[in-house]
């Protein structure tokens, strides 16, 4: 199994920037298709950052220009750069992968369920 566990995130004001960071480990390989997702209350997940095995990367237009994902495929390890942070950005924040980027990658961005393995999250708060 492909066990996820990520880390980062914290209580900042709207402008400052933040790091996630989740760590692969267990069974995983170059291959898989890893996303950050994140679900505020009431709200459903959504992806806010996908990378594929080759390096393409996709983002919804909500944070475009000021989410970036990477990846250090040494360290086994997912990052989400996010500057620019704003009160909505406010959220649990996900990593999660999946076996092959299957499709086309906006569609994945919305598609959660299409990703078998899930960190527990950690909490982003953005106070205005």
């Known amino acids: 199994n492909l066990q996820l566990v990520e880390s980062g995130g914290g209580s900042v004001e709207a402008g400052r920037s933040l790091r996630l960071s989740c760590v692969a480990s267990?069974?995983?390989?170059?291959?898989?298709?890893m996303a950050w997702f994140r679900q505020a209350p009431g709200k459903e997940r959504e992806g806010v950052g996908l990378?594929?095995?080759?390096?393409?990367?996709e983002y919804p237009t909500s944070v475009k220009g000021r989410f970036t994902i990477s990846e250090d495929s040494a360290k086994n390890t997912l990052y989400l750069q996010m500057n620019g942070l704003k009160p909505e950005d406010t959220a649990k924040y996900y990593c999660?992968?999946?076996?092959?980027?299957?499709?086309?990658?906006?569609?994945?961005?919305?598609?959660?369920?299409?990703?078998?393995?899930w960190g527990q999250g950690t909490q982003v708060t953005v106070s205005s």
């Open positions: 990378i594929t095995h080759s390096g393409s990367t």
């Open positions: 267990g069974e995983f390989y170059r291959g898989y298709c």
């Open positions: 999660a992968a999946a076996d092959m980027c299957g499709g086309p990658l906006r569609s994945l961005l919305n598609a959660p369920a299409d990703f078998p393995y």
